[in-house]
C-alpha cells in the first residue's frame, strides 16, 4: 500500500510527458481546493466569533452589587448620534481609592479627560471627526484596549467626571462594584436551526462542487497512466490507491496553502464586513471541530471524486473503457423534493396578510428550503431533457449539443450550485426592495421641522444655562421648548406634548396655530379626542405621581396624521396659553433650535457650544425618525450590495468549475478534435461548439433560478403585506454576469483549443 502511495504522489508531482505539465495540473488543482479552504475557514470560525464577542461583553458589564470594603464607582451613561451613529459615553468618578477600574483602562480618566474605543478613535480623524468631537465632552487622552469593548465597531467612550456632579442625577446615576458576569450562552430556536442549517449547506454547495471539480483537473491524462501502469503488471485494486495517492497530493497542498491564505487575510476580514460591522482578528480563529471537518472534508472530497470518477471506466492495459451510456435521471424524488417545497408555500395561502402567524412563518420557511434544494436537483435533469429534443442548426451547434447529450451530468451540476445562490439572491432582493420602498413612505417629516432643526434634551433645572449658551451661537434665530406630558381619566392615559407653535409643528402637521390652541392627532387607529377633565401625573422612581387636574377646552381641534412616522396618533397638543398658568409636572424637556437651513448648518456650532455641559444637554436632531429611515436605507443598500458581491462571487467559482470542467474535457477529446480540424473544420466552428456547450446548462440554470426566486418572493411579501417589488436591474446584472462568465470561460480555453488541433499534434497522437 505504502509503494503505491508512493508511486500516487511521484506521478502527481512528476508524471506525464513533461513535469512542467505535471506541475501545472497540480498547481491548478491546489489553487481551486486552497481558495474554496480560505472560504470555509472563516465560516468555520463563527462560533469562536460569537463566543468572544459574548465573553468579551460579560467582562465589561457593571456589578452594582454592593461589597463590603470596596468603594463604588460612580457612572452615568447616555446616547448622543452623531448622523448614522450612535456613541455610548460613560462618565466615571471615583469615590476611593480602591474604586474599580472598566476593563481596557489601565488608570481612571481624570476630571476632563476622555479615553476613546479604538472604532471611535479612528472616526475622529476621519471626515466626521470634528462633528463627533463636538459631543465629546473633553479632550481625548488615550485608548480602550480590546478587552474593554465587545465589537471592534463599538463607538464608546469613557468621560473623567467628579463623584458629586454623577451622584446629582439621583437614580439614573449607578454605582459599580465590580465589573464582570457570568457570559449569557447564545442559543439559537429550533425554527431559525430549521430554516439557517439548509441554508448555510446550500450555500456551501458550490464551494464544495468546485473541490471536487478541482481534484478531478487532468482526469484524462491520469487514466492513460493508470492504463500504462495496469500494461506493466500492477492490479486493478492498486490503480485506484494510486489515484487516490495522486488526488491526495494536490488536495494537501491546497489545503495547506488555503489556511495561509486565510491567515494572511485574516487581519483584513474584519474591514470588509457589510453593515458597518467589525471583529477583531483574533476573533476570527475556527474550532478545532470545525477545523477537524475541514481537514477531513476536503482530502476526502478530493479522493472520493477520483474514486467516483472512476466507477464506470475499466482501466485496461491497452486503454481506458467507458461503460456505455450513462444511466436516464430518475425524476420521481426531484420532483417529490419540490412538491414538498410547493405544497408547504400554497399551505400559507389560507392565512390572512399580515397576521403574524407563527405556523405560516415556518411553513414559508421550510418549504423555502425545499423548494430550493429541489431546483438544484431539478436543473440536471431539466437540461438533460432539454437537449435530447435538440435537433438541426449550424455545426457548431449540432457539436455542442451532442455532446450534452452524451454527458450533461457534470455541468449541470457545477451549475446548480449557482442556481440555488441566484434563486436565494432573487428572493432576498424582491424582499428588501419592497421594504425599501414601504419605509420611504413609511417616515414622513412634519413640515414645521425645518423651522427649528435641531434639538436638545435637558432638564428645568439646566434649562436657563442652555439658554444663555445658544445665544452665543452663530445662526440661532430661536429657542422653543417643548415638554412631554401625560394625562389620566380613569384607566385610561393620555399622551402630549406641551410647547409652542413652532415646537408643535415639529411633532405634528396642525396647520394654522395661536397660543391658546389645543390639538388631538387622529390617526387610523386613535381613540376619539378626549373631553372634560384631565388629571396630570408623572412617575418618581418607577412611581405614578398625581399632579394637577386640566380641563380640556371645547375648541379643541382634531387634525389628522395618516402618515405618522413620529408615533404621535392619539396624542394632545398643547399650547401654553391653554393651561391657564398650570405648570405641568416633569423635569425633562426639550429646547427646539430654529435656524436658516437644515440641521448640517447647526447642529455642530449648538454641540460645540454646549459641549462642556456633557450629558445635561443632549444634542441631536428634531427629525430623528428620519435619521432612522435613512439608517435603515444605508443598512438595506448595504446588505444588497454584500448580497450581490457574495452571488457574483459564486459565480465566479462556478465559472472557474466551468473553466476546469471545459479544460478537461478538450484535454479529453484532443484526438477528435485534432481529426475534425483536419478534416478542415474551422477553429472557429469548434470553439463555438464549445460556448454553445457551456452556455446551455447556464441558460437553462439562470430561468431556473429567476422562476424560482420570483415564486419564492411572492409568499413571503403576501404574509408580510407588502408590494410586489421586483428591482429589473438586479435581474439583468446576474444574468448579464452569467452571460460575461460564459464569455470568459471560452476565451480563456481557445488556447488550449488551437494548440490540440495543431496537425502535428494529430500526428504525435
Known amino acids: 500500500m505504502m509503494r503505491d502511495l508512493l508511486l500516487g504522489l511521484r506521478l502527481a508531482v512528476g508524471g506525464g510527458r513533461m513535469s512542467g505539465s505535471a506541475l501545472l495540473r497540480l498547481a491548478m488543482t491546489a489553487f481551486g481546493i486552497a481558495l474554496a479552504v480560505a472560504v470555509l475557514l472563516p465560516a468555520a470560525s463563527v462560533s469562536h466569533l460569537v463566543n468572544a464577542r459574548a465573553d468579551r461583553a460579560a467582562a465589561i458589564k457593571q456589578d452594582t452589587s454592593p461589597r463590603e470594603g470596596i468603594a463604588p464607582l460612580a457612572t452615568y451613561r447616555w446616547y448622543p448620534s452623531v448622523g448614522a451613529d450612535f456613541l455610548q459615553l460613560t462618565a466615571v468618578a471615583p469615590t476611593g481609592s480602591n474604586s474599580p477600574v472598566p476593563p481596557g483602562l489601565d488608570r481612571l480618566p481624570a476630571p476632563g479627560e476622555v479615553i476613546v474605543s479604538p472604532a471611535l478613535a479612528e472616526k475622529l480623524n476621519s471626515a466626521d471627526g470634528a462633528s463627533i468631537k463636538a459631543r465629546l465632552p473633553g479632550n481625548v487622552v488615550g485608548q480602550i484596549a480590546e478587552p474593554g469593548v465587545s465589537d471592534a465597531a463599538d463607538l464608546t467612550a469613557y468621560y473623567g467626571s467628579t463623584a458629586a456632579e454623577i451622584k446629582a442625577e439621583g437614580e439614573n446615576a449607578s454605582s459599580v462594584y465590580a465589573y ?66 495522486e488526488s491526495l497530493v494536490g488536495a494537501v497542498i491546497g489545503l495547506v496553502a488555503g489556511g495561509a ?79 414538498i417545497g410547493v405544497v408547504f408555500l400554497l399551505g400559507t395561502l389560507v392565512v390572512s396578510p399580515g397576521s403574524g402567524d407563527q405556523g405560516a412563518a415556518m411553513a414559508l420557511a421550510v418549504g423555502s428550503v425545499f423548494l430550493l434544494v429541489g431546483v438544484a436537483a431539478l436543473l440536471p435533469w431539466l437540461v438533460e431533457r432539454i437537449v435530447e429534443r435538440l435537433q438541426g442548426g449550424p455545426p457548431s451547434w449540432q457539436l455542442a449539443v451532442r455532446r450534452l447529450q452524451l454527458d450533461s451530468g457534470t455541468a449541470s451540476r457545477v451549475v446548480s450550485g449557482l442556481v440555488v445562490v441566484l434563486a436565494g439572491t432573487i428572493l432576498v432582493q424582491g424582499v428588501l426592495t419592497s421594504m425599501t420602498n414601504r419605509t420611504s413612505r413609511a417616515y414622513h417629516t412634519p413640515d414645521g421641522v425645518a423651522a427649528a432643526p435641531v434639538r436638545v434634551d435637558t432638564t428645568t433645572a439646566h434649562e436657563a444655562e442652555v439658554r444663555q449658551r445658544l445665544s452665543g451661537v452663530a445662526g440661532v434665530t430661536g429657542v422653543h421648548s417643548a415638554k412631554s406630558v401625560q394625562f389620566k381619566s380613569g384607566e385610561q392615559h393620555v399622551f402630549g406634548t406641551l410647547g409652542d407653535c413652532v415646537a408643535l409643528k415639529t ?42 387636574k386640566w380641563t380640556v377646552p371645547d375648541n379643541i381641534r382634531v387634525v389628522s396624521s395618516a402618515n405618522d412616522a413620529k408615533g404621535v396618533s392619539g396624542d ?19 429646547l427646539l433650535v430654529a435656524g436658516p437651513g437644515g440641521a448640517d448648518a447647526l447642529i455642530d456650532g449648538v454641540a460645540t457650544e454646549l459641549r462642556p455641559l456633557a450629558w445635561k444637554a443632549e444634542v441631536g436632531r428634531t427629525d430623528y425618525l428620519a435619521d432612522f429611515s435613512g439608517r435603515d436605507d444605508r443598512m438595506l443598500a448595504s446588505f444588497r450590495a454584500v448580497l450581490l458581491t457574495a452571488s457574483l462571487f459564486v459565480l465566479a467559482v462556478a465559472a472557474m468549475s466551468l473553466l476546469m470542467l471545459s479544460i478537461e474535457q478538450i484535454s479529453e477529446r484532443r484526438r477528435p478534435l485534432a481529426a475534425l480540424s483536419a478534416s478542415g473544420v474551422p477553429i472557429g466552428v469548434l470553439a463555438r461548439g464549445s460556448l454553445w456547450q457551456t452556455a446551455v446548462p447556464v441558460v437553462v440554470g439562470v430561468v431556473l433560478a429567476v422562476g424560482a426566486g420570483l415564486g419564492l ?29 460564459v464569455l470568459l470561460v471560452t476565451a480563456l480555453t481557445l488556447p488550449l483549443l488551437r494548440q490540440v488541433t495543431r496537425l502535428d499534434t494529430l500526428r504525435s497522437e
Do not use: H
Open 713 to 741: 418572493t411572492a409568499p413571503i411579501l403576501r404574509l408580510a403585506k407588502m408590494p410586489m417589488m421586483v428591482d429589473g436591474g438586479v435581474l439583468a446584472g446576474l444574468a448579464g454576469a452569467a452571460v460575461a462568465a
Open 180 to 245: 464582570g458576569k457570568p457570559a449569557e450562552g447564545f442559543t439559537l430556536p429550533l425554527v431559525m436551526w430549521m430554516v439557517i442549517a439548509p441554508i448555510a449547506a446550500v450555500l456551501l454547495l458550490p464551494l464544495l462542487i468546485f473541490v471536487t471539480t478541482a481534484s478531478r483537473m487532468g482526469a484524462a491524462q491520469r487514466e492513460r497512466r493508470l492504463a500504462a501502469l495496469r500494461l506493466i503488471g500492477v492490479d486493478a485494486r492498486s490503480i485506484k490507491r494510486v489515484a487516490a495517492a
Open 261 to 339: 491564505l486565510f491567515y494572511a487575510l485574516r487581519p483584513f476580514i474584519g474591514d470588509w464586513l457589510p453593515f458597518g460591522l467589525r471583529v477583531f482578528a483574533d476573533d476570527f480563529t475556527p474550532s478545532w471541530i470545525s477545523l477537524l471537518v475541514i481537514v477531513l472534508l476536503v482530502p476526502g472530497l478530493a479522493v472520493g471524486s477520483a474514486l467516483f470518477g472512476l466507477r464506470r471506466t475499466i482501466v485496461e492495459p491497452l486503454g481506458v473503457v467507458r461503460q456505455g451510456k450513462p444511466v436516464r435521471r430518475r425524476m420521481w424524488w426531484r420532483w417529490t423534493i419540490t412538491g
Open 572 to 590: 394632545l397638543m398643547i399650547t401654553p396659553g391653554a393651561l391657564g398658568g398650570i405648570q405641568a409636572p416633569g423635569e425633562r424637556l426639550q
Open 507 to 548: 411633532q405634528a402637521n396642525i396647520g394654522d396655530c395661536a397660543d391658546g390652541d389645543v390639538f388631538y392627532v387622529a390617526g387610523s387607529s386613535a381613540q376619539p379626542a378626549p373631553k372634560g377633565e384631565l388629571r396630570m401625573t408623572n412617575y418618581r422612581k418607577d412611581v405614578e405621581v398625581d399632579g394637577p
